[in-house]
């Protein structure tokens, strides 16, 4: 395992981040507690330190048991939980951005956990009413108070979260130093705005569902069982893909798979862990055995042609103004027929 700076912080976090939202099986499926204290420990023996969580996961019992497995070694680990999201109910202040609900949730996640300070605080899904004024505010109180490290933004349009880190570097008040965002080879649709913003802004990216669901594994590819059902669920529906495309990318991966003796998952963790903007991904299991084969990614390596292939088989179009700005014309004019001699 080797280790980065966490954006623009002194943090550093292993180059695979634990995802422990299978931790428990209070929604009718997960790990139970024995299975995931050992995935755990396979993550820590494997030198692992970056562990993501949320006080919504698993009603709580994911948080509970890390409180639990840590207890004894808090300072080991870069902590990760968030906040925003509660079950539903009848409080309209249970849930969201706001300050009264980022100040009830954190306190909440400090008991669960066990533990006086979070590391790494997550803004889990932008609620696009909540003045970012008052989340920079909060996260800057937050971490005045000693009760969180550092903040992060997951889920949140690529202006607001470039917005609320100019108006926090303005102000002197705690910025964000992580991005995290669904990115896989199915969904490259970050790579338009949110990638080139978090490169522009020094933020360190996190990647949640790398195996998109678990199609990049190859288990729901066409002539499997549940295959059809599953490209035409729910799930499926948050894609840019039509389920043609999916299964063209899902056979590339297959095909680059075979040629190289890996499994399908490693194949695409190893493609995300080499995107031009460095990018962590979060992997996660409900069995030791499947968390172990995603952990043997950090050893292969693709090589150009591989990438090429699972790049044409994944790209999409980054549409207005990236066309724009790449036409040749237009180049042109810009630079006056010179952009080839101009150092950038």
């Known amino acids: 395992m080797r280790y980065r700076l966490l954006g623009k912080s002194g943090l550093r976090v292993s180059e695979l981040c634990l995802g422990t939202m299978t931790f428990g099986e209070d929604w009718g499926w997960g790990s139970s507690k024995d299975e995931s204290r050992r995935v755990l420990d396979a993550?820590?023996?494997?030198?692992?330190?970056?562990?993501?969580?949320?006080?919504?996961?698993?009603?709580?019992?994911?948080?509970?048991?890390?409180?639990?497995?840590?207890?004894?070694?808090?300072?080991?680990?870069?902590?990760?939980?968030?906040?925003?999201?509660?079950?539903?109910?009848?409080?309209?202040?249970?849930?969201?951005?706001?300050?009264?609900?980022?100040?009830?949730?954190?306190?909440?996640?400090?008991?669960?956990?066990?533990?006086?300070y979070i590391d790494?605080?997550?803004?889990?899904?932008?609620?696009?009413?909540?003045?970012?004024?008052?989340?920079?505010?909060?996260?800057?109180?937050?971490v005045s108070q000693g009760k969180i490290l550092h903040a992060g933004v997951s889920d949140m349009a690529a202006w607001a979260?470039?917005?609320?880190?100019t108006m926090a570097e303005l102000r002197g008040w705690t910025p964000f130093v992580g991005l995290q965002v669904e990115y896989s080879l199915v969904e490259r649709t970050v790579e338009r705005e949110l990638l080139p913003m978090a490169e522009a802004l020094g933020l360190g990216v996190t990647a949640w569902s790398p195996l998109a669901g678990g199609i990049l594994t190859g288990k729901y590819a066409a002539g499997k069982a549940e295959a059809d059902a599953r490209m035409n669920s729910d799930m499926m529906k948050r894609f840019a893909r039509s389920s043609e495309q999916v299964e063209a990318i899902v056979a590339e991966v297959l095909s680059i798979s075979k040629a190289v003796g890996r499994s399908p998952a490693q194949v695409a963790l190893a493609w995300l862990r080499q995107r031009p903007v460095p990018v962590i991904p979060i992997v996660g299991a409900r069995k030791l055995d499947q968390f172990m084969d995603n952990l043997a990614c950090l050893d292969l390596r693709l090589d150009a042609s591989q990438l090429d292939r699972l790049d044409a088989a994944s790209r999409v179009p980054l549409g207005f103004p990236h066309d724009f700005h790449a036409n040749e014309m237009v180049n042109g004019f810009i630079y006056g027929g010179l952009r080839d001699r101009i150092d950038a």
């Open 161 to 165: 979260v470039a917005r609320a880190n």
């Open 43 to 116: 993550f820590l023996e494997a030198g692992g330190n970056f562990i993501d969580t949320a006080n919504l996961y698993t009603g709580g019992t994911s948080e509970s048991l890390l409180g639990e497995f840590l207890e004894n070694d808090r300072d080991r680990v870069v902590l990760a939980t968030k906040y925003t999201n509660a079950m539903p109910g009848t409080d309209p202040n249970a849930g969201g951005n706001q300050r009264k609900s980022m100040m009830r949730s954190v306190e909440a996640s400090l008991k669960r956990l066990k533990t006086d």
């Open 120 to 142: 790494l605080y997550w803004l889990h899904i932008w609620d696009r009413m909540t003045p970012l004024e008052e989340v920079m505010r909060g996260f800057d109180d937050l």
